[in-house]
Each structure stands twice: as C-alpha cells, then as structure tokens.
C-alpha cells in the first residue's frame, strides 16, 4: 500500500423516498435563492421536477431554474450557469439529473465565485479554484459517481478539448433508485456499463498484489455484472437498480483508489473520441474497452485471469476479456464505432487525431504510445 489520507465530504442519501425524507433539513443549511438545475426536460416527464419544486417551496425558497444541460455539458453552458447564478445571488445549487448535469454545476458553482477563467486557472496556471457556491446532487440517472466528487467531465467546444474540470464538491447526495426506473433501456445501460469501467479502470492501476483496494474493486466488478444481467432480464427490477446505483457511487467515492495508482487510458482515449464526435460516454467505453484490454493483456496477465474468476467464472487472461467482450454484446451496447452516435462520421482522419490528442496514462499496465492508440482505435471500426 502506498501512504493516504482520506476523508469525505459528501453525505449520502440512499432509498426509496430519500428526497422527501432528506431534503427539508438538508434545504434548511443553505440561504434563500436556490438553483434548480437540470437537463433537457425528462424530469418534468416523471414528476421529479415537481417534486422537487414542491420541496423548495415548502422550504421558502426562491428558485432560480437553470436547464438545458446537455449530455457532454459544454463549457459555455457552464459559463451561462455561473453568469446567471453570480447575477441572481444564488446562494445553493440543487443539481437533478445524471452525471452532465451534476458535473456542469460543479463547474457553474466554482466559476461563479471566481475573479477569473476557471479553464485558464486549471490549465495555464495549475491551480485549483477555492469554493464555489455550496451544491447537492438528485441522481436521476446513475452511472458516472460524478453526485461524490469534485472532478467535471467537461466538453470545450471551441477547443476541441474534453476533459476533467476540477469544481465543488456536492455537499450531499439522494439517490433514489425509483428515480433511474425511467431512464431509456439503453442509457440506463450505457451508464452502468460506465459504472463497471471505473471499477475496472481503477481495478487495473498499480497495486500490489494483496492490495485491498483491488479486492474491493473485484467485488464492485462482480456486481456490477451480475446486477447488468439482472436488469436486462427485468428493466424495473428495482433491487438491480438500486445495487448498480449504489456500485456506481461507491467506486466515484475514491475509497477504491487509495493506497494505488489507477489506469483509466480507456477514459482517456473515450473522452477525446467525445470531443470529436460528442458520442454517449458509456458507449464510446463499450466499444473501446476490449480492444484496448488485447493490447494491454500480456502486460497484467494476473490481474486480468482475475478479474475473469470474478466477474465472469473464466479461467485465464485471454478467456476474461473475451467473455467482456461477450458481455457487452449480450448486452446490446455498441461494439463498433459505426454503431456510435456521432455529429461527424468517425473516419480513420477523425482517430488519428483523436490518437494525436488523448492523454497518455503512465500508471496502467503499460503506457500506449499514440500509434498503438490508432490502432486500438482502428480495430474498433
Ligand atoms: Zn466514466
């Protein structure tokens, strides 16, 4: 084990009915103007909107609606939300969605209290922004942990650029899981199959042998799966829902990265495959993940037969990825890159400078060079 510290700053609400149990005293800690913030209108669809209104008007809040926020949230949709929050006297951020629109108002409540480019802060000068404007998170679509950390996954349009913007901490987290029982069959799948790649991600990192944190990992991997197979037999199977929830959250909580180093070059190479094509994050992992794991197989041969005992009863390195593979077929999720949705056809141009571009990760089984990244790319198509 390597020497850490580690604390936690997120509280967590799990359960049937958390919101209306919680959030009333949660409510009472923070000033009056509060920022209802969310994405493109599915939680007026399933009644959450209101509840959520409702609640804050019970608490005597004013509310300031804030939504709109895209799937891979912009950085100038980010801006917008600090501009308005700085102009209106926000005082709290209440964030309802998944991962996009926790992760932009991150970014809205540190760049709102900032004399400065939050972009420009992190990126030029290597610096962290102080604390923004206190926030908590209403999963309702699980997948990304993004309710219990500070790290934003944020696209910069005009940079071509995508990648971790570092703002607020959620002060706290409801996670609900009859909230995700709408969420479409594919994203609902999409986002566990995320859920499952930071756990592989971390799982994959440096670490020895009888490291804990590789054991938790396990587990999470193995549960993950089995949950996946649970909720594409039954997609209202709630208990499944409410496991893959909570894996999700749990893996996002650090406690898994502590004492090791983590791997997540697939994170890497997906989140520029985004930039260029704003494709579905846990889609873009879905297909990138096995081919990425046959060129790192004979540098974690150990590991990976492992992680094959675990997840998938296999016996060998080779026979684990292979029964990945299998799994994310059997799970109807994409497994080439002409099955991604895209804004511009993936050509072999479009990789190489997808390849040209990603950060290149020093703490996975081995570092990629940017040609083998193209073809791990390439034998994607
Ligand atoms: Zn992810």
Redesign the pocket.
């Given at each position: 084990m390597e020497r850490f510290t580690y604390t936690y700053p997120t509280k967590v609400y799990f359960g049937q009915g958390a919101a209306a149990e919680h959030l009333p005293a949660e409510l009472e800690r923070f000033g009056k103007t509060v920022m209802l913030a969310y994405g493109g209108g599915s939680i007026r669809k399933n009644g959450i909107y209101d509840e959520m209104k409702d609640l804050l008007t019970r608490a005597g809040k004013e509310i300031v609606e804030f939504s709109g926020i895209m799937p891979n949230p912009t950085y100038a949709k980010a801006l917008e939300g600090a501009a308005l929050a700085r102009e209106r006297g926000v005082d709290f951020i209440l964030a309802v969605g998944g991962?996009s629109v926790i992760d932009c108002c991150k970014v809205i409540s540190a760049q709102a209290h900032l004399g400065e480019d939050i972009w420009e802060l992190e990126y030029l000068k290597n610096d962290l922004p102080p604390q923004g404007i206190p926030m908590g998170a209403v999963v309702t679509a699980s997948?990304?942990?993004a309710e219990v950390n500070s790290e934003a996954?944020i696209t910069y349009e005009e940079k071509l650029w995508k990648g971790s913007v570092y703002g607020t901490f959620p002060s706290f987290a409801v996670l609900d899981p009859n909230y995700t029982l709408s969420v479409p069959r594919m994203q609902a799948l999409s986002g566990a199959f995320?859920?499952l790649?930071?756990a592989m991600?971390i799982y994959l990192g440096h670490s020895d042998a009888d490291n804990l944190s590789d054991d938790l990992a396990l587990a999470v991997i193995q549960n993950t799966v089995v949950n996946m197979r649970r909720m594409l037999a039954d997609m209202g199977d709630i208990q499944a829902r409410g496991n893959l929830m909570w894996d999700s959250t749990l893996t996002e909580t650090g406690i898994f990265k502590v004492g090791r180093s983590t791997d997540f070059q697939a994170?890497h190479i997906?989140h520029q495959l985004g930039a260029y094509t704003d494709c579905s994050?846990?889609q873009g992992?879905a297909v990138i993940h096995p081919a990425y794991y046959r060129h790192i197989l004979k540098d974690a041969e150990e590991k990976f037969a492992r992680l094959g005992r675990a997840a998938f009863g296999t016996d060998g390195a080779q026979a684990a990825v292979e029964a990945l593979a299998d799994f994310i077929k059997a799970c109807g999720l994409p497994t080439r890159m002409g099955q991604l949705r895209s804004r511009v056809e993936i050509t072999p141009q479009v990789l190489r400078q997808v390849a040209d571009t990603c950060n290149l990760v020093e703490t996975g089984p081995r570092t990629l060079s940017r040609d083998e990244i193209y073809e791990i790319l390439m034998e994607c198509m």
């Amino acid at each position: 084990m390597e020497r850490f510290t580690y604390t936690y700053p997120t509280k967590v609400y799990f359960g049937q009915g958390a919101a209306a149990e919680h959030l009333p005293a949660e409510l009472e800690r923070f000033g009056k103007t509060v920022m209802l913030a969310y994405g493109g209108g599915s939680i007026r669809k399933n009644g959450i909107y209101d509840e959520m209104k409702d609640l804050l008007t019970r608490a005597g809040k004013e509310i300031v609606e804030f939504s709109g926020i895209m799937p891979n949230p912009t950085y100038a949709k980010a801006l917008e939300g600090a501009a308005l929050a700085r102009e209106r006297g926000v005082d709290f951020i209440l964030a309802v969605g998944g991962g996009s629109v926790i992760d932009c108002c991150k970014v809205i409540s540190a760049q709102a209290h900032l004399g400065e480019d939050i972009w420009e802060l992190e990126y030029l000068k290597n610096d962290l922004p102080p604390q923004g404007i206190p926030m908590g998170a209403v999963v309702t679509a699980s997948g990304t942990g993004a309710e219990v950390n500070s790290e934003a996954v944020i696209t910069y349009e005009e940079k071509l650029w995508k990648g971790s913007v570092y703002g607020t901490f959620p002060s706290f987290a409801v996670l609900d899981p009859n909230y995700t029982l709408s969420v479409p069959r594919m994203q609902a799948l999409s986002g566990a199959f995320d859920s499952l790649s930071h756990a592989m991600e971390i799982y994959l990192g440096h670490s020895d042998a009888d490291n804990l944190s590789d054991d938790l990992a396990l587990a999470v991997i193995q549960n993950t799966v089995v949950n996946m197979r649970r909720m594409l037999a039954d997609m209202g199977d709630i208990q499944a829902r409410g496991n893959l929830m909570w894996d999700s959250t749990l893996t996002e909580t650090g406690i898994f990265k502590v004492g090791r180093s983590t791997d997540f070059q697939a994170h890497h190479i997906e989140h520029q495959l985004g930039a260029y094509t704003d494709c579905s994050h846990g889609q873009g992992l879905a297909v990138i993940h096995p081919a990425y794991y046959r060129h790192i197989l004979k540098d974690a041969e150990e590991k990976f037969a492992r992680l094959g005992r675990a997840a998938f009863g296999t016996d060998g390195a080779q026979a684990a990825v292979e029964a990945l593979a299998d799994f994310i077929k059997a799970c109807g999720l994409p497994t080439r890159m002409g099955q991604l949705r895209s804004r511009v056809e993936i050509t072999p141009q479009v990789l190489r400078q997808v390849a040209d571009t990603c950060n290149l990760v020093e703490t996975g089984p081995r570092t990629l060079s940017r040609d083998e990244i193209y073809e791990i790319l390439m034998e994607c198509m």
